[in-house]
């Protein structure tokens, strides 16, 4: 079983940064990819960014040049940077894991509250 432990949500004012940490109970590189995820009050869950096989990345287009994606394989934690935070930013933070062996499976964490207010 995986596990998935999101940390670093909070208060910030417009314009300013936090970094969300995700610690998994494995190996990050066990994982077909790994993601960020986030869903504001009222709508549905959308893709913020994705590192697939720990080289490429994908960004969704309104936070791209704000939000960075990273991992540390040697602490089993994912990461993700944001700077020039806006209010829409507003959402639950999801940690993302996929499998694909030996079957396709999608792990989750429990989020992180992240509002952007002043």
């Known amino acids: 079983q995986v596990q998935l432990v999101e940390s670093g949500g909070g208060l910030v004012q417009p314009g300013g940064s936090l970094r969300l940490s995700c610690a998994a109970s494995?190996?990050?590189?066990?994982?077909?990819?790994m993601a960020w995820y986030r869903q504001a009050p009222g709508k549905e869950r959308e893709l913020v960014a994705q590192?697939?096989?720990?080289?490429?990345?994908k960004y969704a287009e309104s936070v791209k040049g704000r939000f960075t994606i990273s991992g540390d394989n040697g602490k089993n934690m994912l990461y993700l940077q944001m700077n020039s935070l806006k209010p829409e930013d507003t959402a639950v933070y999801y940690c993302?894991?996929?499998?694909?062996?030996?079957?396709?499976?999608?792990?989750w964490g429990q989020g992180t509250q992240v509002t952007v207010s002043s």
């Open positions: 993302n894991a996929f499998v694909v062996a030996p079957y396709q499976w999608n792990y």
């Open positions: 494995r190996s990050l590189s066990s994982f077909f990819s």
């Open positions: 590192s697939t096989s720990g080289r490429n990345t």
